[in-house]
């Protein structure tokens, strides 16, 4: 599924409210969430051994990032709980995560991290919370998986206090040229194997955009070589 559109209209969504049926009850929703829980089921025996490494630098910087901005953090997408140790022992961390096996392996890491206040099954793109929950809601390496980018923005957006903040860290992909077309072409199999549709900057630029409750306050590269970004997002007062 192309990270910047909404699902086409399908019967069961056709001018439905956000309250009652959502996009993500159509057949390609339940399709496109079939895919990830699988290809997670297969990851999370390798996920740790690759990622430790491969995310350090990127997943130190965002923890340190969103622990200055506030203590109740929400982390969408927590997977295996990689990230957690990196928020300060000060702040109470809430994570979400699709994955039943992935969320197993952070609920593992997690007696050895007392900020680390509760991990919950949920879907990114339908969360549980009230509004104004959270100081900071931190979506690392989560926002180009999800089936439905945009729900998952306007979530977490919902459920942060104005004045807080969305962070995204994430690699994404280019706007044009040579490159952007080799990842279109790549785009089933990255679906396929769980790395989603490799979303580009200017889906979450254009959301700001179009909200008039937020304001774009940072894009920066994250180590190593620059090939990750950090998104700092905030919902104003
Ligand atoms: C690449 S992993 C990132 C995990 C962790 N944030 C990290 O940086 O190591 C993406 C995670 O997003 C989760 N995910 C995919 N779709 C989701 C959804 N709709 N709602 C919640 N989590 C989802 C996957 O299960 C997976 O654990």
Redesign the pocket.
């Known amino acids: 599924m192309d990270g910047g559109r909404r699902p086409e209209q399908t019967k069961s969504n056709q001018g439905n409210s956000l309250l009652n049926e959502t996009p993500q009850d159509s057949e390609p929703y339940a399709r496109a969430?079939e895919v990830?829980r699988r290809a997670?089921r297969v990851w999370v025996h390798l996920?740790d051994a690759i990622?430790s490494w491969f995310?350090y630098f990127a997943?130190r910087e965002t923890g340190r990032v969103a622990s200055q901005l506030g203590t109740r953090l929400l982390?969408?997408?927590?997977?295996?709980g990689?990230?957690l140790r990196y928020y300060a022992p000060s702040t109470e961390v809430v994570g979400?995560?699709?994955?039943e096996e992935?969320l197993q392996r952070a609920k593992e890491k997690q007696a050895r991290l007392p900020h680390v206040k509760s991990l919950q099954q949920?879907?990114?793109?339908r969360l549980s919370f009230a509004d104004d929950s959270f100081d900071v809601a931190v979506a690392?390496?989560?926002i180009s998986?999800?089936?439905d980018p945009l729900s998952?923005l306007d979530e977490m957006a919902r459920v942060v206090r104005p004045g807080g903040t969305i962070l995204i860290?994430s690699r994404f992909g280019d706007e044009s040229g040579f490159v952007a077309m080799l990842e279109a072409l790549a785009r089933p199999l990255f679906t396929a194997i769980?790395w989603g549709s490799l979303i580009r900057r200017s889906v979450i630029e254009n959301w700001v955009n179009s909200r008039d409750d937020l304001e774009l306050d940072e894009v920066r590269s994250l180590p190593p070589l620059k090939i990750f970004t950090l998104i700092r997002i905030t919902r104003k007062g």
């Open positions: 969430y990830q997670y996920y990622y995310l997943h982390e969408v997408g927590v997977g295996t990689l990230m979400i995560d699709l994955s992935m949920m879907d990114a793109c690392p390496f989560t998986v999800v089936p998952a860290a769980g």
